[in-house]
Nanobody
Framework: QVQLVESGGGLVQAGGSLSLSCAAS????????MAWFRQAPGKEREFVAV????????GYADSVKGRFTISRDNTKNTVYLQMNSLKPEDTAVYYC???????????????????WGQGTQVTVSS
């Protein structure tokens, strides 16, 4: 069983920055891609960013490209999401996710992930 624990959410003004962390335990995360998703009130959960198991490839939703950066430290089994130039529309609960098994290509759909954290709230005020 894999456990994921997010931290780092909070309240920030538009234009500000926040950094999220996701600590993984239960298996060696360095062999698996990791991703961030988010869910705003009244909306479905959506893909934000993904990082390949070795950190060599990253992918982003168009809405966050150029503002968010995903990274990982496999020595700490931790994935990060640096969020800059935040906008009110970034307000959501942010979840990190891990797949059940190794994937040949990065997955950007919710169905591709089995393990989820409890989420951390990010609120951006205008």
């Amino acid at each position: 069983q894999v456990q994921l624990v997010e931290s780092g959410g909070g309240l920030v003004q538009a234009g500000g920055s926040l950094s999220l962390s996701c600590a993984a335990s239960g298996r060696t995360s360095s062999s698996y891609d990791m991703a961030w998703f988010r869910q705003a009130p009244g909306k479905e959960r959506e893909f934000v960013a993904v990082i390949r198991w070795n950190g060599g490839i990253t992918g982003y939703a168009d809405s966050v490209k150029g503002r968010f950066t995903i990274s990982r430290d496999n020595t700490k089994n931790t994935v990060y999401l640096q969020m800059n130039s935040l906008k009110p529309e970034d307000t959501a609960v942010y979840y990190c996710a891990a797949p059940f098994e190794y994937r040949r290509v990065p997955i950007t759909t919710e169905s591709g992930y089995k393990y989820w954290g409890q989420g951390t709230q990010v609120t951006v005020s205008s």
